[in-house]
């Protein structure tokens, strides 16, 4: 298996100009047949641990020290980018999920809008498109269908920013903090998870975070 971690090096290197598509298939291919470093010293019950490619890239004299710092940093943001992300769609699919209780959309549709949204995370896109966005850029969805449902989704409806859960609230009163029951996350209302865009700074910081 090649962790996302090394996925995300590589594409960032091949994309810096550091090394090329075929020399990174290369060192993967070899990184995974675990052939390509004699000096390694591999114990037997650790055998299946892949040395890290920047650490192969360096060894064979394809990047430099400094270019493997900056990969790496670049790499760590676009991780936390990817984070951010997946936190959102927990959002995003239940809108998604509203749209194919109409009839709305497939979810083949909003399986590759998902799709499109994390694969512009790992190539460090922000702010990420809303699902709604690329619903309607990719022509699955009309604009007018977007906000219609958005709406239907505010009205009585909170967002545990935590596990995703929605919950229709009886009776809502504005202005109140809601703890989710289930994980005791905050809860928000559709329109102000809106207006939060899908980079670290806002959306994160209102997440509480499982990693930490
Ligand atoms: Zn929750």
Redesign the pocket.
């Known amino acids: 298996m090649i962790s996302i971690k090394d996925l995300l090096l590589g594409q960032l290197a091949v994309e810096k100009g550091l090394v090329t598509q075929a020399q990174l298939s290369e060192v993967m291919k070899e990184q995974q047949d675990g052939k390509v470093d004699p000096n390694a010293t591999v114990s037997p019950t650790n055998s299946k641990a892949a040395r890290p490619l920047g650490t192969i890239l360096l060894s064979k004299g394809m990047i430099k020290e400094q270019d493997l710092v900056a990969l790496l940093e670049e790499q760590s943001r676009r991780l936390e980018s990817v984070k951010t992300c997946q936190k959102m769609q927990k959002v995003e699919y239940l809108f998604g999920q509203l749209l194919v209780k109409y009839n709305l959309a497939t979810m083949l549709q909003i399986n590759k809008c998902l799709e499109i949204q994390l694969k512009m995370a790992e190539k460090g896109v922000t702010p990420i498109p809303r699902l709604g966005e690329l619903l309607v850029e990719h022509g699955f969805v009309d604009k007018k269908t977007v906000a219609d449902v958005l709406k239907m989704q505010d009205k009585d409806v909170l967002f545990?920013t935590?596990?995703?859960?929605q919950y229709n609230v009886v009776g809502l009163e504005e202005g109140k903090a809601y703890k989710?029951k289930?994980?005791?996350?905050v809860m928000l209302k559709r329109a102000l998870l809106e207006s939060l865009k899908a980079d670290e700074t806002t959306f994160g910081f209102e997440m509480p975070t499982e990693e930490r």
């Open positions: 545990c935590g596990c995703g859960r989710c289930e994980c005791g996350g």
